[in-house]
């Protein structure tokens, strides 16, 4: 069987990297994928990114199934596309992505259907939204409501910082059209959790629980970025919290698309705020898995990951039950210099030993010039351990990103420090 994974970063070589495991997959394309895609003789790499070009392509390779990795082909409608040629897609239509290509969309739908999320109102004039601010007063969140690549939330601990957000997206236009609207809520206190599970239409498979690490240093400082690292399983989301999730954001949300007429397929990735009484709250929705998040996930899946595509694109999760690996699996992301702002491209990586039982390094930001492994991306690596405790699987990890060179990279040491510190 064929397989095609849309996407080029690390969450997309580990859904690909899944996928070749399975003994009937006879080769799974990445579309366009990168350095790591083009370096694995299971995985080949296709240089097309149109979604109608790409349905051509999938028409004429006879490709089983495809699966989606990121957001922007997804909102711009690629599965709509694909379903209206008769081919099986796993992903959300157009109308459902809105849950999170429009923040004011998820914002609006949460509130209808009574799911537990921070208090907002959205605004498009500038003066209401200055008005709001002073209102409410700091810390407060300010969004832009369309796609910004994690560039759109400034969560502001002072007025001056909210109102320079709020400027920045209503008056500046910094972020274009996906600013034009701010949704501004309540700031949630917390930790927080990434929770994702697949849905059929109808039928819903949590996934392994995970963690992300957003911020670009250690203890958590610097600049936000697209995330730094994650480990699954995350030991903040007990048993007993997990039902709750299930009970008051999962299951309402995929029965109130489904009462809206939109109904859900897909990845459903709900990023929760736990506050300090272990109370869930939504920050948001993507409609795909998180990156960095799939690749330990991914590390941990023993299931054949394409049986459980073809449930899912058959409207039949509910046959499926997932087995993972019991130990801990611990994602560290290596960045290129200069990112988040601006990252280098250009320097030669060495050093990526073969894979073992207890590691395994996931390419996104990496690309083959004239047979050389360079950076091309942002993120670079994801340099993914495993081991019986968190603590050894951060020694795994770590003990492979120290054998990994490219200038200027930058690394987080402290990935998986919440779980680590965390009571027995
Ligand atoms: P991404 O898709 O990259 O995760 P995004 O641009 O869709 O990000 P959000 O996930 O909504 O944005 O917010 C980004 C980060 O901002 C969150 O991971 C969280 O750390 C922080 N954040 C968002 N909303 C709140 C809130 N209401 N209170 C406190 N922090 C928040």
Known sequence: ????????????????????????????????????????????????????????????????????????????????????????????????????????????????????????????????????????????????????????????????????????????????????????????????????????????LPLATSQDHKRLQDNDEGPNTGGMGAYSPAPIVTPSLHARIMREIINPTVQGMTKDGIPFTGFLYAGLMIDAKGNPKTLEFNCRMGDPETQPIMARLKTDLLTVMEHAVNGTLDAVELEWDRRTALGVVMAAAGYPDVPRKGDVITGIPEETPECVVFHAGTSLSKGQLVTSGGRVLCVVGLGDSVRMAQKQAYETVDKIRFDGAQFRRDIGWRAVKRPA
């Open 1 to 204: 069987m064929k397989i095609l994974v849309v996407g080029s970063g690390g969450r997309e070589h580990a859904l690909a990297w899944k996928l070749a495991q399975s003994e009937r997959v006879q080769m799974v394309y990445v579309a366009p994928g990168n350095g790591g895609t083009a370096g694995d003789v299971r995985l080949q790499n296709i240089d097309i990114s149109d979604p109608t070009w790409l349905a051509q392509f999938a028409i004429k390779e006879n490709i089983a199934v495809t699966v989606v990795g990121p957001e922007v082909p997804l909102a711009a409608g690629i599965v709509n596309i694909f379903r209206d040629h008769g081919l099986k897609i796993f992903g959300p239509t157009r109308e459902a992505a809105q849950l999170e290509s429009s923040k004011d969309f998820a914002k609006a739908f949460m509130k209808r259907h009574g799911i537990p999320t921070a208090e907002y109102q959205t605004f498009t004039d500038i003066a209401a939204a200055h008005r709001y601010i002073d209102s409410k007063g700091a810390p407060i969140v300010i969004k832009a409501d369309g796609l910004a690549a994690g560039k759109g939330v400034v969560v502001a601990m002072s007025l001056q910082e909210a109102h320079d957000a709020v400027d920045m997206m209503l008056s500046d236009n910094k972020l274009g059209n996906a600013g034009a609207r701010v949704v501004i809520e309540e700031f949630l206190a917390g930790e927080e959790a990434s929770f994702i599970v697949m849905v059929d239409g109808k039928n819903i």
